[in-house]
């Protein structure tokens, strides 16, 4: 089965700085990479998507990145303030029937006033 | 717009008990519906997914099950609780190549 892994665990930034969270994902047939952003004691939520017949995409400070090849996405947040504070997770899942998603362990993002 | 309700919010059982936790979705039809369970501090994961109605597929093996008695609810169960079940568990739903929409999640706690 798919196996997707992120890098790193936990990461510290000063506001204003720039944030890369990278996973790796396993399956070549994955074709589907969503990233959600999970508060303390909430529930995770879709920040942004990419399928892989994009290279990039961006929503205003977030972008995502594909590298099909390398089997790897990252998502970049720029600008970042003290309410990115979060675990964000990276996961990666066949666009057949079952949609079904494999997660990354999860990264947790700390912005620093 | 669609909603995703998920109950009960908190829940502290016994080993051995049972366990029902169930969610529901309004405004779609036909939803990819999935259980996930979240351990402290770690990632997700897959416990049940259902395309359809009584259409069910397990990820683990584990004393859980999942039922799925009409298009828009999905119910997990147990017929005896063990401390390992302790968890978040989330419900979710998705369109065929979308990403998930979550409920607002159950914490079990196994006593």
């Known amino acids: 089965g798919e196996n997707v892994e992120q890098h790193p665990s936990t990461l510290s930034v000063q506001e204003g700085d720039s944030a890369v969270i990278k996973c790796t994902y396993s399956d070549s047939a994955s074709n589907y990479f969503p990233w959600y952003k999970q508060e303390l004691g909430k529930r995770p939520q879709l920040i942004i998507d990419i399928r892989s017949n994009v290279g990039e995409k961006k929503d205003q400070r977030i972008a995502v990145t594909l590298n099909k090849t390398a089997k790897h996405f990252s998502l970049h947040i720029t600008e970042t303030q003290p309410e990115d504070s979060a675990v964000y997770f990276c996961?990666?899942?066949?666009?057949?029937?079952?949609?079904?998603?494999?997660f990354g362990d999860g990264t947790t993002l700390t912005v620093k006033p | 717009s669609q909603t995703i309700h998920q109950w009960p919010a908190t829940l502290v059982q016994p080993v051995g008990s049972p366990l029902s936790l169930e969610c529901t979705v309004e405004g779609t039809s036909n939803p990819n519906l999935y259980w996930y369970r979240q351990a402290a501090g770690r990632g997700l994961q897959l416990l049940f997914y259902s395309v359809g109605i009584g259409q069910i597929s397990s990820e683990v093996p584990q004393n859980l099950s999942a039922s799925r008695p009409q298009d828009r609810q999905f119910i997990l169960s147990s017929k005896k609780l063990l401390l390992s079940d302790s968890g978040f568990y989330l419900c979710?739903?998705?369109?065929?190549?979308?990403?998930?929409?979550f409920g607002s999640g159950t914490r079990l706690t196994v006593v």
């Open positions: 979710a739903w998705s369109k065929r190549g979308h990403g998930y929409t």
């Open positions: 996961a990666a899942s066949i666009g057949t029937n079952a949609g079904k998603s494999t």
